[in-house]
């Protein structure tokens, strides 16, 4: 799970407390591979610059695949800048405040329903007693973050892939993605409150800048094969969801055409990597 406050806490234990020596992860690719992600993902590697103690970035950093390493400290470590900010931080290397006023709002994890019950982004961000992300909307927005900055990433980080298999990187964004945009139609059809309070001018405005640069990110990664989450972007397609979302942000469809190509057809079951 990659809830920020739990994500908090597994990196102040790497720290503290080493694994045994019969468990010991290999960490000697580290100086490369921060090297690398500086030479390929500038971006991704402001988010380390950023960080005031640089070890709870490395504590993600593994070996055994440096691009999935790499990608997964990006993202852990925006969720604690996140919290140390007060604000989210921005792949362009701004950042947004935080709008505590959505945690008074209905909890994400009433969407569950709307999808597939096993599938495992909803067991870990929607359901019950799984994340904070299920609870509270800034922390579903939080991870929607994470998981751009994530994707970012990994799609420039693809000349460190060793994999012969498929590494889901795209499908995390894709369903935080989706969780938003069904949050945001149930909140229009029966939860006057919430919908009232997501058209709030700052609100809206955060909903906005977050959406725009998953969706740039989302539509960015779409050429590289392997990348999995086409069952969740197929859903981001379907021209029978996200109205309300459309509607919060002004715009005619809350997806951009150019996200809606071959990936989204070939609809294949979504499944997070272990981070």
């Known amino acids: 799970m990659r809830g920020t406050l ?26 490369q591979a921060l090297r690398d992600l500086e030479r390929l ?10 960080m005031r103690d640089k070890k709870q970035f490395l504590a993600f950093l593994t070996c055994d695949d440096v691009q999935l390493g790499l990608s997964t400290a990006v993202h852990e470590s925006v969720h604690m800048l996140t919290e140390q900010l007060d604000a989210y931080p921005l792949i362009d290397g701004g950042q947004v405040p935080r709008q505590h006023v959505v945690s008074q709002f209905y909890p994400p994890r009433e969407v569950a329903g709307k999808f597939n019950a096993g599938d495992s982004y909803v067991q870990t961000y929607l359901r019950r007693g799984a994340a ?5 909307l800034m922390f579903l927005l939080d991870e929607l ?18 994999r012969d298999g498929q590494v889901d990187h795209r499908a995390g964004l894709a369903a935080l993605m989706s969780f938003l945009m069904q949050y945001v ?9 919430t919908w009232q309070g997501l058209n709030r001018t700052e609100v809206r405005a955060l909903i906005d800048k977050l959406w725009l640069q998953a969706e740039s990110t989302l539509v960015a990664s779409l050429g590289i094969r392997g990348f999995g989450g086409e069952a969740y972007v197929a859903r981001l397609c379907d021209a029978n969801n996200g ?14 055409a150019a996200a809606c190509g071959p990936v989204a057809s070939a609809a294949s079951p979504a499944a997070p990597v272990s981070r």
């Open 6 to 31: 739990l994500a908090t806490v597994v990196a102040l234990l790497a720290i503290a407390s080493p694994p045994p020596a019969h468990a010991a992860t290999r960490t000697d690719c580290q100086p």
């Open 41 to 50: 993902s500038p971006r991704g590697h402001a988010i380390y610059e950023r």
């Open 132 to 136: 904070t992300s299920a609870d509270d």
């Open 243 to 256: 109205k309300a979302l459309a509607e919060l942000l002004q715009r005619s469809s809350p997806i951009t």
């Open 145 to 162: 973050n994470a998981y751009s900055h994530d994707l970012a990433s990994a799609t420039k980080l693809v000349a460190l892939s060793k």
């Open 185 to 193: 139609d149930v909140a229009r059809e029966r939860k006057p409150s």
